[in-house]
């Protein structure tokens, strides 16, 4: 069954490092998200693509994070320099398109930055 | 813009009975989607159940339905036959339906099943 990829599964850094995530979302899929969830709280989007173009970045802090979808299918979340603030899970998720159809979530990575 | 509510930060329910989980939402969008979702300890979220605005029938998934009320803007979860395996973090979450818009995501509801 074709599932969201996502990698590292767990990170710690410590702060001022750089991090990077990267996603592969399921073949197919145009639509990819990224998504930031605190402990205890729910999914909040960071950054949506539409292929390789941004449609939603208006909550991404563009001071220290950047994102990429270079051409259109993988797609790499970039933290620098991170702070202690950052600690959450980091949800990479695809769909085909939006409106009925849901959205594919991978496993997700845990960041700590100590 | 969209905004989900999910009232009951945990519940607790007997296994094999059933446990209904709260959802109101608000928008301003005429059509729409809710869904559900299941986030167990290990962090992936699980999509669970689909019902567009203008769906005329509840939609059901197994042992899973939605108890949708539009006049109430609620969007209700309800899992029969609780299991140990239901024991999990179920977020409630909608988008518009026109253009291509993200889900919005409320809180979380904690469910624990009780042996």
């Known amino acids: 069954e074709a599932e969201v990829a996502q990698s590292p599964r767990y990170k710690i850094t410590e702060k001022s490092q750089a991090v990077a995530f990267w996603c592969d979302p399921i073949?197919?899929?145009?639509?990819l998200y990224w998504y930031r969830q605190i402990l205890g709280q729910g999914p909040e989007l960071l950054v949506q693509?539409?292929?390789?173009?941004?449609?939603?970045d208006s909550q991404l802090p563009k001071d220290r994070f950047s994102a990429e979808r270079l051409k259109g299918v993988d797609s790499t979340l970039k933290i620098q320099p991170a702070e202690l603030g950052d600690s959450a899970m980091y949800l990479c998720?695809?769909?085909?398109?939006?409106?009925?159809?849901?959205?594919?979530f991978g496993q997700g990575t845990r960041l700590t930055v100590v | 813009a969209q905004k989900i509510t999910q009232t009951q930060p945990g519940m607790f329910v007997q296994e094999k009975e059933a446990v209904t989980l709260d959802c109101t939402y608000d928008?301003?969008?005429?059509?729409?989607?809710l869904f559900w979702y299941k986030q167990p300890s290990s962090g992936e979220m699980i999509f669970l159940i689909y019902?567009?605005?203008?769906?005329?029938q509840n939609a059901t998934e197994g042992r899973y339905s939605l108890n949708f009320q539009k006049a109430r803007k609620s969007a209700n979860l309800v899992i029969s036959a609780s299991q140990l395996g239901d024991s999990a973090m179920y977020f409630c979450?909608?988008?518009?339906?026109?253009?291509?818009?993200?889900?919005?995501f409320g809180k979380g509801t904690r469910l624990s099943v009780i042996a």
């Open positions: 998720a695809s769909s085909y398109r939006g409106g009925a159809t849901e959205a594919f």
């Open positions: 073949s197919g899929h145009a639509t």
């Open positions: 693509f539409q292929d390789e173009s941004v449609v939603d």
């Open positions: 928008t301003s969008d005429p059509s729409y989607g």
């Open positions: 019902q567009g605005s203008y769906d005329q």
């Open positions: 979450a909608m988008r518009a339906m026109s253009g291509n818009t993200p889900l919005v």
